[in-house]
């Protein structure tokens, strides 16, 4: 695009839409989260990894993986604690932005899912923008999920390129 404006009432938002965490609609793998090429990921009540490592509970988080240079992958779902039925968060998803403006008032999210009781929060996603001029007021965040009674997610991958950015505070700029 030529100029991409986001204003201060919207984001671009794929919170939890990466790899499923434990007992997750979809997820073959159980209790277990899901992980980068759809592979068994953090079990127990482990965080999903991806920029960071998942925190440990109960079980071992699945490894850390991709290229801080390029995210190109969504982020891992936590996974459950085995004497429980409850849910753990998913991955955050994957946002990819080319433009030569973008004027950012908004937000740009790939955070992980949070997590219910006794699992591990998903890991944050992968976030990759490419643009001229970079200004706004607005956040770019890709943190991972809260774990209840279990691991945090890791955080997810953020890469920004710009020729111009001194419109924008890259404070606002997270991945925990």
Same mark, same amino acid.
């Given at each position: 695009?030529?100029?991409?404006?986001?204003?201060?009432?919207?984001?671009?938002?794929?919170? #939890?839409?990466?790899?499923?965490?434990?007992?997750?609609?979809g997820n073959p793998f159980g209790r277990d989260g899901m992980? &980068? *090429?759809f592979e068994r990921g953090s079990t127990g009540r482990s965080g999903g990894s991806y920029g960071g490592l998942g925190g440990a509970s109960d079980g071992t988080p699945s490894p850390v993986y991709g290229d801080f240079l390029d995210p190109n992958?969504?982020?891992?779902?936590?996974?459950?604690?085995?004497?429980?039925?409850?849910?753990? #968060?998913?991955g955050g998803g994957l946002i990819r932005i080319v433009a030569q403006t973008?004027?950012?008032?908004?937000?740009? &999210? *790939?955070?992980?899912?949070?997590?219910e009781l006794d699992t591990g929060g998903g890991s944050g996603g992968g976030i990759r923008v490419d643009v001229g001029t970079l200004r706004g007021t607005g956040q770019i965040t890709a943190n991972g999920g809260v774990g209840q009674r279990g691991g945090g997610g890791g955080g997810g991958r953020v890469a920004t390129y710009y020729q111009d950015a001194t419109g924008f505070n890259l404070t606002k700029v997270t991945a925990f």
């Amino acid at each position: 695009a030529d100029t991409l404006t986001i204003d201060a009432t919207s984001r671009i938002d794929v919170m #939890g839409r990466g790899f499923l965490g434990g007992f997750q609609s979809g997820n073959p793998f159980g209790r277990d989260g899901m992980t &980068v *090429a759809f592979e068994r990921g953090s079990t127990g009540r482990s965080g999903g990894s991806y920029g960071g490592l998942g925190g440990a509970s109960d079980g071992t988080p699945s490894p850390v993986y991709g290229d801080f240079l390029d995210p190109n992958e969504p982020g891992s779902g936590g996974g459950v604690h085995p004497n429980v039925g409850s849910h753990a #968060g998913n991955g955050g998803g994957l946002i990819r932005i080319v433009a030569q403006t973008m004027q950012l008032d908004g937000s740009i &999210v *790939a955070n992980g899912g949070d997590a219910e009781l006794d699992t591990g929060g998903g890991s944050g996603g992968g976030i990759r923008v490419d643009v001229g001029t970079l200004r706004g007021t607005g956040q770019i965040t890709a943190n991972g999920g809260v774990g209840q009674r279990g691991g945090g997610g890791g955080g997810g991958r953020v890469a920004t390129y710009y020729q111009d950015a001194t419109g924008f505070n890259l404070t606002k700029v997270t991945a925990f």
